[in-house]
């Protein structure tokens, strides 16, 4: 079996937002000839910014927009460290929104997403009483706290109550590419395409206003008029990285890897330190066959992340095919400095298998298993690995182990997930078959016979074993809702009710309990009560429209009006 590397891409990664720094004329008092510093800045003189403020006494001082131009000259010479240390400073004698919150811009230039949430939220808790003193300024940039902490809502929220008041042009524009911004991290694409275009009926050909134009367009998967406005987007600013990101990711839906491979290297070029970046170049040279870019981006994938399993090991293949050994090495040691020895140890073994070498791979693991003090969850880990490397001879190895450390019960529940999750239903039946046979009070081994039988389509035999399961622990939402489910597909439909009908007067009905309404509704022929129940369902979980695929159904319904709106 082949377990594929998949590379997930937010697309709130791709969106950006207008975002304005304060500033004003000041004068520093006593400097010879009251030199500005906001003069020096704007002529580009940030090493004159610094030198005339950038003293560990001078942190202090009250005058916030002198240490918001030192803050900034820093970020600008990508000294962000610094730059953290005199937002500390600062903040630790004063309160002010406007230098803290340019720590989010910090670790977002940074690269240290954990970190600038982490600030977004502290900051946004400290200074929500605050809010109604904010100048128009100060409340435009607390909404792209919001935003940063996906509190979407409430940005465009309050972005739409700063529109009701007297808002220069300067400024709504930037209202108008925040909200661009927040409705498409909603999936609102039609509003963040509505907001993108008033952005751009003021400033025409700005080029972040096409940027979340083109974001939008994506959302709606039209890859190419997303295109046609990414490439108006670098035409406007040849550094638009985000507009590269957006252009490659449109490119590789349009399976043109030439383009995107173009895209993904420029957009690296301006952001050498950005991994996605180097995961799009990677994708594209492994579709063209470029063997020293793809070298080239595994690379950088590993210096930037170096706990990267699946690509370190792939590093390690090149390097061992070019005999250079030292590098392999450094593959390795960093890998170790980034997790543990433990994970090192794995990392070999699993190298060994990879390149053939089952007997030193076997080795490897036969020393892990005695050298290591392991829970249920590092069995999962080995057992899963194995399976997918296809190392069948191994299994026994890991079976004995778990059997003398956790016991031979645990062991079959670690065999029925882990099957389970491959799909190899005849294995979970085995191992979970024999699970109940040795302790018949096994929850889990009478649930995942329920799932046998169901994906088998004996629904008699999975509803007992639901119903044992249920028996056995009590009430629980899984084994509840698959009786549910079950007695359906054996026509028990007013049995069925009864259960639905208790179930929705919960506080929070389990969102399957809507949609087995749904069906059974078809079933009776009330169409109306299931595209009702539906929408619903829709409306809060809007994963969730992968059930009308999967039940038969509502293949009559599947593309009605109020339901087709929520189809990707």
């Given amino acids: 079996m082949k377990k594929e590397i998949k590379i997930t891409i937010l697309l709130t990664l791709v969106i950006s937002c207008a975002m304005l720094l304060t500033g004003c004329v000041s004068i520093i008092k006593g400097l010879a000839d009251y030199i500005d510093p906001e003069n020096l800045y704007d002529e580009g003189n940030y090493e004159g910014v610094i030198a005339m403020i950038d003293v560990d006494e001078e942190i202090a001082h009250d005058n916030y927009v002198d240490i918001l131009l030192l803050i900034k000259s820093h970020m600008v010479l990508d000294n962000p460290e610094r730059a953290l240390e005199i937002v500390d400073q600062y903040v630790q004698q004063h309160t002010q929104f406007k230098i803290e919150r340019i720590k989010v811009e910090i670790y977002k230039n940074m690269f240290e997403e954990a970190l600038m949430e982490e600030a977004a939220k502290a900051i946004l808790k400290k200074f929500e009483t605050r809010f109604d003193d904010f100048d128009l300024m100060d409340k435009m940039n607390y909404g792209y706290l919001l935003i940063a902490v996906d509190r979407n809502d409430e940005a465009i929220e309050l972005y739409l109550t700063l529109l009701e008041g007297d808002i220069d042009d300067e400024n709504l524009d930037v209202i108008y590419n925040n909200l661009a911004w927040s409705y498409a991290n909603i999936s609102d694409f039609e509003s963040a395409i509505n907001y993108s275009e008033l952005s751009l009926g003021i400033v025409p050909n700005d080029t972040i206003s096409l940027t979340n134009l083109g974001n939008a367009y994506m959302g709606l998967d039209q890859y190419e008029k997303a295109k046609e406005i990414y490439l108006q987007a670098i035409q406007s ?132 298993l005695e050298n290591y003090d392991l829970d249920y969850y590092d069995y999962y880990d080995i057992f899963y690995e194995l399976i997918w490397q296809e190392q069948e001879n191994l299994i026994p190895v890991i079976v004995e182990a778990v059997d003398n450390k956790l016991g031979i019960l645990v062991r079959l529940e670690l065999e029925i997930e882990l099957y ?57 939402e899984y084994a509840d809702v698959s009786i549910i489910n079950c007695l359906i597909h054996l026509s028990e439909l007013n049995e069925a009710k009864t259960l639905l009908d208790d179930m929705l007067k919960q506080t929070q009905p389990p969102a399957m309990a809507y949609v087995h309404r749904a069906r059974i509704a078809m079933r009776e022929s009330d169409e109306t009560l299931a595209v009702e129940m539906l929408t619903s369902t829709f409306e809060t979980y809007s994963y969730m429209t992968y059930v009308l695929d999967q039940f038969e159904e509502f293949e009559a319904i599947r593309d009605h009006e109020r339901l087709v709106g929520f189809i990707d």
């Fill in 237 to 368: 600013d040849n550094d638009n990285n985000y507009a590269y990101y957006g252009l490659g990711i449109v490119n590789e839906n349009l399976e043109n890897s030439d383009k995107a491979l173009e895209a993904w290297l420029e957009h690296t070029r301006i952001l050498d330190a950005d991994i996605d970046g180097w995961y799009g170049i990677y994708r594209n040279c492994e579709d063209a066959g470029r063997r020293e870019l793809l070298k080239d981006s595994l690379e950088k994938i590993v210096e930037l992340n170096p706990s990267s399993y699946y690509y370190s090991i792939e590093l390690m293949e090149i390097y061992e095919d070019e005999k250079d050994l030292g590098r392999l090495s450094n593959v390795v040691l960093n890998y170790y400095h980034s997790t543990s020895e433990y994970q090192r140890d794995i990392l070999l073994a699993d190298f060994d298998l990879t390149r053939g070498r089952e007997e030193e791979g076997l080795k490897k693991y036969k020393e892990i």
């Fill in 420 to 476: 389970y999750e491959y799909d190899d239903f005849d294995k979970v039946y085995e191992a979970a078959v024999k699970l109940v046979s040795l302790d018949n009070e096994s929850v889990i081994g009478h649930e995942y016979l329920g799932d046998v039988y169901l994906e088998r389509s004996e629904y008699d035999k999975a509803l007992s074993e639901y119903q044992t399961a249920q028996g056995i622990f009590g009430s629980y």
